[in-house]
C-alpha cells in the first residue's frame, strides 16, 4: 500500500464528510454560497475517489477524466462561485459571476470531457495532464481556470477587509476617540470650552 494511496483514501473521507456536511446545512439554511461550496466540495470527493481508484488498480482514462473534471472544473468554479457570492457588492456583480462561472463550467467541461487523450499508457502513477491532454485543454487548466479561481479569492479577501474595517470603525470607543481627534465632544458636539 503506497502512501498516495493512504492519502487519497485519507482526503476521500474528509471530503466525504464534508460534503455531507455542507449538504446538511444547505438543506437547513439553503443559499446559494453554500450550494456551490456543496457542489465543489462534491467534485472534490468524485476526483479524490477517482484517485484512491487509480492508485490502487491503476489509472484509466475513466479516472483520468473524473479526475481533472472534478478537481479542476467542479471544484474550482463551485469554489469561486461561492467566494463571489459571500464577496460580491450587489446584484449586478453577483449575476456577472454567475454569468462568468456558468460560461467557463460549460465550456471548459465540454473541452476536458471530449478532447482525445495521448496515446501515452497508464499506470498506478498519477497521471499529469500536460502528459496526456492536447495544448489547448492544458493551456484551459493552466491560463484560465487556475487564475480566474485566483482573481476571484483575491476580490473576495479584498472584500473581507473592507468590512473588517468597518466594522473596527463602528467600534463605539474607537468613534469617541476619533470625534475627540477632530475636535469634538462625546457626541459630536463642540465642546464646551470658556465656561
Known sequence: MSISLLAAAAGLVIALAGTIALAIRCARMPRTDLIAWTCAMFGLAV??????????AGFSQTTFRAVQLGAQVIATLGLSLGLAEVAARGLPMRFAARLAVSALGVVSTVILATDPLGSAAF?????????????ISNSLLIYVLAPF?????LIARRRADVARRV????????????????????????????R
Not at 47 to 56: H, W
Open 47 to 56: 476526483a479524490l475517489a477517482a484517485q484512491t481508484e487509480g492508485f490502487a
Open 123 to 135: 499506470s498506478k502513477t498519477f497521471p499529469a495532464a500536460s502528459a496526456y491532454y492536447q495544448p
Open 149 to 153: 479561481t485566483a482573481i476571484v479569492a
Open 167 to 194: 466594522r473596527s470603525a463602528a467600534h463605539p470607543a474607537r468613534c469617541r476617540a476619533s470625534a475627540r481627534r477632530r475636535g469634538r465632544g462625546w457626541l459630536g458636539r463642540p465642546p464646551l470650552v470658556g
